[in-house]
């Protein structure tokens, strides 16, 4: 099983600040990764996948990088919608999340 | 616009079974292009892939888990199921129903049901 692997756990910082979350794979997945954001009673919403491709409709704000085993998800200016929790998920073996990143706001 | 939406009971008596339906709108699950996936998740934690089935009926179900799931797949209907048999109160989460690509490895779940919290209680 491949683990994914978010860090932080939590990352407090402000409206119009620049986020930066991490995934981590213990073994590579190429560039089959992708992002996902949820605020509470909500479903996940998908931002990114294919590392970097953003999904229909997510604003520019939104960017992925990396490939392999090391991923970033930055979010360029904070919005106050912004702040929910985000999770990482890979399909190149099976199908398995991060255990998620609480952006909240400081 | 692509919906889909889960139903079935919101409260089951333990060692019984748990029967979920997906029905889907907005795109036809015959089309083949995609996985129709179950996805859980518990209280206050994170998400965990249960499985998914083709439009052929196809399934796959993640090995870590005990064997007690099975999907189903209702082409008349537009519809996919999930039943867990002999439940426990660890299989209390929101289950939520989406899609993924079936022509790649990549692509992500880009369309979700709203979810539907089962509890297994006496």
């Known amino acids: 099983e491949i683990v994914l692997t978010q860090s932080p756990a939590t990352l407090s910082l402000s409206p119009g600040e620049r986020a930066t979350l991490s995934c981590r794979a213990s073994q590579s997945v190429s560039s089959y990764l992708a992002w996902y954001q949820q605020k509470p009673g909500q479903a996940p919403r998908l931002l990114i996948y294919d590392a970097s491709n953003r999904a229909t409709g997510i604003p520019a704000r939104f960017s992925g990088s990396g490939s392999g085993t090391d991923f970033t998800l930055t979010i360029s200016s904070l919005e106050p919608e912004d702040f929910a929790v985000y999770y990482c998920q890979q399909r190149s073996s099976w199908v398995t999340f991060g255990q998620g990143t609480r952006l909240e706001i400081k | 616009q692509v919906h889909l939406q889960e139903s079935g009971p919101g409260l089951v008596k333990p060692s019984q079974t748990l029967s979920l339906t997906c029905t889907v709108s907005?795109?036809?699950?015959?089309?083949?292009?995609?996985?129709w996936t179950w996805i859980r998740q518990h209280p206050g934690k994170g998400l965990e892939w249960i499985g998914y089935i083709s439009s052929t009926g196809s399934t796959y179900y993640d090995p870590s888990l005990k064997s007690q799931f099975a999907i189903s797949v209702d082409t008349s209907k537009n519809q996919f199921s999930l039943k867990l048999s002999s439940v426990t109160a660890a299989d209390t989460a929101v289950y939520y129903c989406?899609?993924?690509?079936?022509?790649?490895?990549?692509?992500?779940?880009?369309?979700w049901g709203q979810g539907t919290l089962v509890t297994v209680s006496s």
């Open positions: 989406t899609r993924v690509r079936h022509t790649s490895v990549g692509g992500g779940f880009d369309y």
């Open positions: 907005g795109d036809s699950i015959t089309s083949g292009s995609y996985l």
